[in-house]
């Protein structure tokens, strides 16, 4: 079973909080946790736009957006995040607090087309100082 953590922010103008276990996307949070079925999940790769959702004024795909990746600008075409995601959940999992050289060895085997490593290893870096935070 997946930890839970509370988190708050302003959603369409209004402060919210809401738990979600880490591995919820932008989508799956507002329609379970607060019934807005506008955007919806289709191809969950970030390449459709049927889950597009607006956060800062910026359209982010909502299937595919995890705060730490945004966060950290490690987002561009959406290819690759959900491999990224997906291993750095694992690394987290096995290496809560991987230094720089761990990340980069565990996540060489994937491939960013846009060439956002830097930013990558700095979303991962960020997600362990959050996971850690709790």
Do not use: W
Not at 40 to 49: A, D, K, L
Not at 109 to 115: E, K, V, Y
């Amino acid at each position: 079973m997946s930890a839970t953590r509370t988190i708050s922010f302003t959603l369409n103008g209004e402060p919210v909080a809401a738990e979600i276990k880490p591995h919820h996307n932008l989508v799956e949070l507002l329609q379970r946790e607060f019934n807005l079925m506008g955007a919806r999940e289709s191809c969950g790769q970030g390449m459709c736009g049927c889950c597009t959702v607006l956060v800062d004024g910026t359209a982010v795909s909502g299937c595919l957006y995890l705060a730490a990746f945004i966060e950290a600008g490690a987002f561009q075409c959406g290819y690759c995040t959900p491999g990224f995601l997906l291993m750095t959940t694992q690394l987290l999992d096995q290496h809560p607090d991987p230094d720089e050289d761990q990340i980069r060895h565990y996540l060489s085997g994937n491939l960013c087309r846009c060439a956002a490593y830097p930013e990558i290893v700095n979303a991962v870096k960020i997600a362990a100082r959050k996971r850690k935070a709790g």
